[in-house]
Structures are given as C-alpha cells and as structure tokens.
C-alpha cells in the first residue's frame, strides 16, 4: 500500500464514490471522511476498522453494492492511506496538519467550507466514549461542535463574519488539543497495564 498524502485524482475519486454510494446517513464527501477520520485517530480508545467502515457508509445495512472487488479495494486502500497520513501528521508534524476543509466560489470570493469536516468529526466522536473529556477540553470539542450540529444553526446566523472566520481558525487547534489529549491519556494507560 502506498504511504504519504494522496493525490488531487485520488481524493476526487474518494469524494465521487462517497457520492456514488452515498444515502442519507452516509459520509458524503472527502471533507467529511477527513474529519471522522481525524475524530477516530483521536479517540480514547482504538476504533476497529470494521467499525468505522461501517460508519462511513450510515450503517450495516447501507453498505454499497461495489461494482467489482477492485472498487472497493481501491476505496479501502485510499481509506486507510489517507487516515495514515492524517495520524503522521496529528502525531509527528502537528504543524503540518491541516483539516480538509471545502472551498465554494461565490462573487469572485472564495469561501472556506468547515461544515461537513465537523459532522465528519462529530460522527467519529459517537463511535467512541468521550464522557470522560475534563471540563477545560469541553471548549475544544464545543469549537468543533459548534459547526457540526445542526442545533447550532442559529447561533452560526447570528455571528458577525470576522466571529464567524474566527471560530472558524478555532477548528484545526481544537482538533489538535483534543488529539493530544487522549493520546497522552492513552500512553498513561498502557503503562499502567505493563
């Protein structure tokens, strides 16, 4: 399997068969993989890969009927690249991560899109138990949530546009605070096991 970020052809064509399997309760696009992905390397405890494949597609009876074994190969295969490359970063180069936010062009403007990378990250925080986030972390996971819950709508609306470009700066931090945190937790735990 191949190592490293992938492609602009292959995360078009993880995006088009996200669309082309996709149904309502299914990951949609590229963005929003990236971001359940980034929830599932940062839970508290491991995620099966079984599990979160699972997730992605809303559901065991939701899986897609691949066209040949190839496809869903090639799907898993760039999966897993992907989530890989994520966790290099989350864990070795911070710096470097980066969720895979949209871009939409509206007025000759371009406006970053974050919504479907937080549902993303909120639908791989449900595969997990994260009831034991301390209060001081609930703000990491607020930032996220704020753009990943429809009940938020509302409060998005009534933002001024540099509150909401700043809560919108507040999502890649959040998510690597919160990366940090159960990771450490986790390497606490495994050396109280040993």
């Keep these: 399997m191949n190592q490293g970020p992938l492609n602009e052809e292959e995360l078009e064509w993880l995006d088009d068969t996200l669309t082309k399997y996709g149904n309502d309760d299914s990951v949609l696009d ?13 839970a508290p405890e491991p995620i099966e890969h079984a599990q979160w494949q699972v997730a992605v597609w809303g559901g065991e009876k ?10 869903q190969q090639r799907f898993n295969d760039l999966a ?18 980066e969720p895979l936010f949209g871009l939409r062009e509206m007025d000759d403007k371009e406006y ?22 301390p209060a001081q972390l609930e703000k990491a996971l607020d930032a996220i949530a704020l753009h990943g819950d429809e009940v938020n709508i509302a409060k998005l609306e009534q933002m001024t546009e540099q509150e909401y470009e700043e809560s919108q700066e507040a999502i890649g931090p959040a998510a690597l605070q919160l990366h940090s945190y ?5 390497k606490a735990d495994s050396k109280t096991l040993h």
């Excluded at 590229?30 to 940062?42: N, R």
């Design 30 to 42: 590229v963005s929003e993989l990236d971001g359940m992905l980034t929830a599932i390397l940062s």
């Design 80 to 97: 897993i690249q992907h989530m890989n490359d994520i966790a290099e970063r989350l864990c070795h180069a911070p710096d470097q991560f």
């Design 182 to 186: 159960w990771q450490e937790l986790r």
């Design 112 to 133: 970053t899109i974050v919504e479907e990378w937080c549902f993303g990250y909120m639908r791989g925080v449900v595969l997990a138990d994260w009831k034991t986030l």
């Design 62 to 71: 939701q899986l897609p009927h691949w066209e040949n074994e190839q496809e």
